[in-house]
Every structure is written in structure tokens, then in C-alpha cells.
């Protein structure tokens, strides 16, 4: 069975840093595609990140150019740096595969604001 647990989020004011992560199970985890997902408040599921199992790498524009997506296969666990937050990046953050599976972890919260 799949699981994703997500750790890191927090409350951090505009332009500051945080770094997520999230370990998988219950999956081959170094010939999985991997993404991060985020869910603003009232709004879609949305994916912010993807990273494939060759390290190569894909945002949407809003986020390129802050957000950067790594991955531990050691660890099976996958990253999301973020940099120069904006209120507007408010949301549960989640990983999943990608495309993503139904199987979706709790998430961790991050909230932008001064």
C-alpha cells in the first residue's frame, strides 16, 4: 500500500524559505516519477513540481525559478526548497507520484503571511 507523509510546513513571512519533505512507501521509489502538489485554500489540487526518475525537472511558471525539487533514493524521500514565499503560495502541500496516484498523505500546511 502507498503512502506519503509529508513533513515541514509552517507560518513564515513573505520573501523567507522553507523546505519540505515527504517519505514514500509502499513503492519502487528510484523508477517512480515523483511531484509535489499543492491545494490552496477553496482552490484545486495543483502540482507545483515534478521530478523524474533521471533527475530531470518541471514547474509551472509560477513557481519556477523559487521552488527546486530533489530527491534521496536512499531514503525515498523526495524535497521541495522553497524560496522567496508570497502570500499566494498558501496551501497543503503534498507529494505523490507523477502523474499522481489516488493515494494521497496527510499534507503539511504552509502559510505565507507577515
Known amino acids: 500500500q502507498v503512502q506519503f507523509v509529508e513533513s515541514g510546513g509552517g507560518l513564515v513571512q513573505p520573501g523567507r524559505s522553507l523546505r519540505l519533505s515527504c517519505v514514500a512507501s509502499?513503492?519502487?521509489?528510484?523508477?517512480?516519477?515523483m511531484g509535489w502538489y499543492r491545494q490552496p485554500p477553496g482552490k484545486q489540487r495543483e502540482r507545483v513540481a515534478g521530478i523524474t526518475i533521471t533527475d530531470n525537472v518541471d514547474y509551472p511558471d509560477s513557481v519556477k525559478g523559487r521552488f527546486t525539487v530533489s530527491r534521496d533514493n536512499a531514503k525515498n524521500t523526495v524535497y521541495l526548497q522553497m524560496t522567496s514565499l508570497r502570500p499566494e503560495d498558501t496551501a497543503v502541500y503534498y507529494c505523490?507520484?507523477?502523474?499522481?496516484?489516488?493515494?494521497w498523505g496527510q499534507g503539511t500546511q504552509v502559510t505565507v503571511s507577515s
Open positions: 505523490n507520484l507523477w502523474p499522481a496516484s489516488n493515494s
Open positions: 509502499g513503492i519502487r521509489f528510484s523508477v517512480q516519477d
